[in-house]
């Protein structure tokens, strides 16, 4: 592949770069002032609803959904590398209508819904006038294994009834939050584990949906998305609500986290370059025993392991990327997985590196190092922990070598 970017690539990634120096950047004390004075934490901050307007007029709206006209027709890897400039600063990604989970929702109900569904819930996602959830993991269940889902979707005439409990379902807290996503068992006798489940879109105000709590993350709330548990008990919607039909439910994750992978660690990726940048300038600036931190030459090995580790990364995933819109999903699914495992630990290394470079400092909020640690540590789970991934890639590249079945 050519990792060079293409001159549409360059020109969008100068007006966001532009558009992020000019709007977001000076707004980042706004946006924690606005935040540390709501009396509702799990109201929108007026600050990224501000700025909204300003990005769908420079045309920065809507970047994602790869091979979509609904979208603004970039590639996968065409879109990583805008997602890398969002995720330096953690509420971005929203101002240009890219957050998760509902790129991953507004990609699914793309790629998988009815008409229907796409005019009830996909061009209100797509417009930003609405939000969305995706409830797939169970507290009752290993979820890392999917086939052990629990939540049931039972058919009842021309209604599916659902009954189960889900914890971790991101973007619940929101109050704009109107669509759920719920991945449960249609038919849990089936032989073949990988067709018992399917997907089905649910109302947030449908009765029966209960958010039972918002789960912090390492103290952080993650408001005013934030992660519920959230209990189904005789939610009752209409048959037509399934998405792609009865079974299809692994197929249809299969399609969205694929996606979605790619745009957690390139987000990952541009905030482990904003942490690199704070230890550089920290690096210089600060002067113990007499002399910069950045004369030290643990530090100045620190600085260089960081830098390599990112690059590591980031064209790890862009040949990931890459790979996936040439030869689909289920081709690239070891690309994927590696992708997955290696950068979220590199997020990891590269923050922590920057916190000690901090001293005290690095573990207040003050620098927001603590919240880029959370995010860090919390991705080598979100997706499927790093375990599952290994096994995929390790059996995957042991495949290579087994001799051919004897016909």
């Keep these: ?40 934490r799990w109201q929108p901050v007026p600050i990224v609803d501000a700025l909204k307007p300003k990005a769908r007029e420079a045309g920065l709206w809507n970047l994602f959904l790869p091979h979509s006209d609904r979208g603004a027709g970039l590639t996968n890897a065409e879109y990583a590398p805008l997602a890398e400039i969002m995720g330096r600063v953690h509420w971005s990604s929203e101002v240009f209508n890219c957050s998760a989970p509902d790129t991953g929702n507004m990609e699914t109900i793309d790629r998988y819904g009815t008409e229907a569904q796409k005019r009830d819930w996909l061009e209100p996602l797509l417009e930003g006038k609405i939000r969305s959830a995706f409830s797939m993991t169970e ?73 039972k709590r918002m789960l912090p993350v390492f103290g952080f709330d993650d408001a005013p998305k934030g992660h519920a548990e959230v209990v189904y008990e005789n939610v009752r919607v209409p048959a037509s609500n399934i998405l792609l039909g009865e079974g299809r439910g692994f197929e249809i994750a299969q399609g969205r986290l694929g996606p979605g992978r790619i745009h957690h660690c390139m987000r990952a990726i541009g905030m482990a370059e904003r942490a690199l940048e704070m230890t550089c300038r920290r690096a210089l600036d600060r002067r113990p025993f007499g002399k910069p931190l950045a004369d030290q030459g643990v530090m100045v090995e620190r600085i260089a392991k960081m830098r390599i580790l990112i690059e590591q990364s980031r064209l790890l995933v862009l040949h990931a990327a890459w790979k ?19 950068v979220p630990e590199m997020a990891c290394q590269v923050v922590d590196m920057a916190i000690q470079a901090h001293g005290a400092a690095g573990v207040t909020e003050d620098f927001g190092l603590a919240f880029m640690f959370k995010y860090a540590r919390t991705l080598r789970i979100v997706d499927g922990p790093d375990e599952v991934h290994r096994h995929q890639l390790g059996r995957l590249e042991l495949q290579k070598y087994k001799p051919p079945r004897a016909t």
């Excluded at 360059?10 to 706004?30: C, G, I, K, Q, W």
């Excluded at 996936?324 to 290696?342: P, S």
Aim: charged fraction near 25%; include cysteine; proline fraction near 5%.
């Design 1 to 40: 592949m050519d990792f060079a970017y293409s001159e549409k690539v360059e020109a969008l990634r100068a007006r966001l770069l532009a558009f992020m120096d000019e709007h977001v950047y000076p707004n980042e004390a706004t946006y924690e002032a606005q935040q540390a004075a709501m009396t509702d």
């Design 324 to 342: 996936m819109d040439e030869v689909g999903n289920k081709a690239a699914r070891a690309d994927i997985a590696a992708i997955k495992v290696a």
């Design 139 to 211: 507290p009752a269940v290993a979820s890392s294994d999917a086939t052990n889902i629990e939540t049931r979707i039972v058919r009842d005439g021309d209604h599916y009834v659902i009954n189960g409990r889900k914890w971790w379902t991101s973007g619940a807290g929101d109050p704009r939050c109107k669509i759920f996503i719920v991945m449960g068992k249609t038919d849990p006798e089936n032989p073949d584990k990988h067709r018992q489940q399917s997907m089905i879109l649910v109302p947030r105000d449908t009765p029966g949906v209960q958010i």
